[in-house]
């Protein structure tokens, strides 16, 4: 292991954090579109390019979570990435995310009480919910560790 290789894996690492937070505050924000725009009950064709569009978004999104952005780094800094402190804030998140998932399907049911909710929007808030929250937590908890250290 080389020193250049642990200061490139320290730039990737706070570089990663901020990445992670930025698509979650978009992957969040850009929700708001699809809850606004529920108004017809049929599908037309621009609806079903954002529904594909967020999908795919979606699995990106899990695929960065999972492998921390390490499918984009140099071989020999992926182990330097993947300590034992990034792994514990992986599994935090995913606890995290879990939770997210469970408050939304839970919010989901009590509001199916009063207002009908399509199965198609309970998915997208559960996993869009749960996404975020993960991808939240990690970055934040990326971040305060590559501070404490610096």
Same mark, same amino acid.
């Given at each position: 292991?080389?020193? &250049?290789?642990?200061?490139?894996a320290?730039?990737?690492?706070?570089?990663?954090?901020? !990445?992670?937070?930025?698509?979650? *505050? %978009?992957?969040?924000?850009?929700?708001?579109?699809? !809850? #606004?725009?529920?108004?017809?009950?049929?599908?037309?064709?621009?609806?079903?390019?954002?529904?594909?569009?967020?999908?795919?978004?979606? !699995?990106?999104?899990?695929?960065?979570?999972?492998?921390?952005?390490?499918?984009?780094?140099?071989?020999?800094?992926?182990p330097?990435?993947?300590?034992?402190?990034?792994?514990?804030?992986?599994?935090?998140?995913?606890?995290?995310? %879990?939770?997210?998932?469970?408050? &939304?399907? *839970?919010?989901?049911y $009590?509001?199916?009480?009063?207002?009908?909710?399509?199965?198609?929007?309970? *998915?997208?808030? *559960?996993?869009? $919910?749960?996404?975020?929250?993960?991808?939240?937590? %990690?970055?934040?908890?990326?971040?305060? &560790?590559? #501070?404490?250290?610096?």
């Open positions: 292991m080389d020193a &250049s290789d642990v200061e490139k320290e730039r990737f690492g706070r570089r990663r954090a901020r !990445i992670m937070a930025v698509q979650a *505050i %978009f992957f969040i924000s850009w929700q708001a579109l699809f !809850i #606004t725009n529920q108004t017809e009950d049929r599908v037309r064709a621009v609806d079903q390019f954002r529904v594909s569009a967020w999908m795919v978004w979606s !699995i990106a999104l899990l695929v960065l979570l999972a492998t921390g952005g390490g499918l984009i780094t140099a071989r020999k800094v992926r330097i990435l993947e300590d034992e402190l990034t792994r514990s804030h992986r599994r935090q998140a995913y606890v995290h995310g %879990f939770w997210a998932a469970v408050i &939304s399907a *839970i919010g989901l $009590a509001l199916d009480m009063v207002e009908s909710v399509t199965a198609r929007e309970a *998915i997208h808030v *559960i996993v869009s $919910a749960a996404i975020g929250a993960a991808l939240l937590t %990690f970055s934040v908890l990326d971040r305060r &560790s590559r #501070t404490m250290t610096d």
